[in-house]
């Protein structure tokens, strides 16, 4: 809450906003007027009087100290001793006093409920109540304050207990709210870490193949090193894009698009390529496709960059198993880098990937090469062949 308020179980922060809270609580104390009238009308004498203004002072500040501290961790044995020298103080001063002071124990009934946790609070909230009713019993016509004192004291005693489970699950809700946002902030940073690996990856390897073929072919063929940094410049600013949308969120991988940039990196390193015609993929979730399309991409990145393979097979199935279709994509390469000692961060992301859509990654050593084997939910997808 903004400016001077405090929001429920939000504790004042400024001084302003502690007055605030203290005027509002304050207002309660208006039925303490009995005592005072008692003490400025009741005809007792000048120590009666001094010792009744301190104990009064003394109640409220306790009192108050303990409405303050409604939602925090308490030592529950410091509020119960708190309670304990109120309720004595409160029983002190009506056998001294007389009946006026029978009010203190609604004050007593209520700091229970605030400062007490629902299973305390069912019993010490009666206690005071019973307390107050055997002293109205005792001290000169106090029974006819039993009605107006018993009922306000029972009823308010257990609306503060509804308002500090109120109080701590407003807390809790705000921690809970907050951590929400990180974990969102978390998983944003996650996914564009991915998304920036898998699009820089991709594009800066064929980048670095396509500068070397143009390297090569100068200057014996410069027209064909032209054509070259053509694709290089190509690359360069579709990267630029892919990279923009990957921050903006918008960006979801196609297969198809994969399928053909694979075609081009794999043609460019000088790798037999042989890879499934364009896929029908009515009725295959967009998350799935997105997610099978950036194993693609990771796969062929690393079948470029990492394996020294001289072919590599791609095939895309579609799969009838207990639960339910699947489609199913696989890369094989020939070469010996393979993916090195463990899964890096490619592999890692890629997983998490294919995790969030319902998918599975394998990725294994093979006799001549690595296999890479990614599957997803396929919906109502008709079926999907591998052509050679």
């Known amino acids: 809450m903004s400016g001077t308020g405090v929001g429920i179980g939000q504790r004042p922060e400024t001084r302003r906003q502690m007055m605030v809270k203290m005027l509002w609580t304050g207002i309660w104390l208006v039925y303490l007027s009995a005592p005072v009238s008692d003490l400025l009308h009741g005809g007792h004498g000048v120590a009666a009087v001094v010792l009744g203004w301190l104990g009064l002072a003394g109640f409220v500040a306790w ?13 529950q044995e410091f509020v119960l001793a708190s309670l304990a020298v109120l309720s004595a103080e409160s029983a002190l001063l009506v056998l001294t006093l007389g009946r006026e ?15 007490l946790p629902p299973r305390l609070a069912r019993w010490t909230v009666p206690a005071a109540s019973a307390l107050m009713a055997g002293l109205a019993l005792v001290v000169a016509d106090g029974t006819e304050y039993i009605g107006g004192l018993l009922i306000p004291a029972l009823l308010g005693g257990f609306a503060m207990t509804g308002v500090r489970e109120l109080i701590r699950t407003t807390i809790e809700l705000r921690e809970a709210r907050a951590r929400v946002a990180q974990l969102a902030a978390n998983e944003e940073r996650l996914r564009l870490a991915r998304d920036l690996h898998d699009l820089l990856g991709h594009s800066l390897s064929l980048i670095t193949l396509k500068s070397e073929l143009a390297g090569r072919m100068l200057p014996a063929h410069p027209e ?7 694709d290089i410049e190509q690359v360069s600013r579709q990267a630029l894009v892919d990279v923009r949308e990957a921050v903006s969120g918008y960006r979801r991988a196609r297969l198809a698009a994969e399928l053909a940039g694979a075609q081009v990196a794999l043609a460019a390193a000088g790798v037999t390529a042989t890879l499934p015609a364009e896929p029908d993929l009515t009725g295959v979730p967009e998350e799935s496709e997105s997610a099978l399309a950036w194993a693609l991409r990771e796969a062929v990145t690393n079948v470029v960059r990492h394996s020294g393979a001289r072919g590599c097979t791609v095939e895309l199935l579609h799969r009838q198993t207990l639960d339910g279709p699947r489609l199913e994509l696989t890369v094989e390469d020939d070469g010996s880098g393979g993916a090195g000692d463990g899964p890096g961060n490619g592999l890692t992301g890629l997983t998490e990937r294919l995790e969030k859509a319902g998918g ?29």
Do not use: C, M
């Not at 064909?224 to 053509?230: D, E, L």
């Not at 890479?372 to 919906?379: E, K, N």
């Open 63 to 75: 009192y108050l100290a303990l409405l303050f501290r409604t939602g925090r961790r308490n030592a």
């Open 101 to 115: 002071w029978l009010v203190l124990f609604v004050y007593v009934s209520i700091a229970s409920g605030a400062a």
């Open 224 to 230: 064909k090193a032209a054509q070259q940094v053509a």
């Open 360 to 388: 599975t990654l394998e990725a294994t050593g093979t006799r001549h090469g690595f296999r890479l084997v990614a599957r997803v939910p396929a919906g109502s997808a008709a079926d999907i062949g591998s052509v050679s």
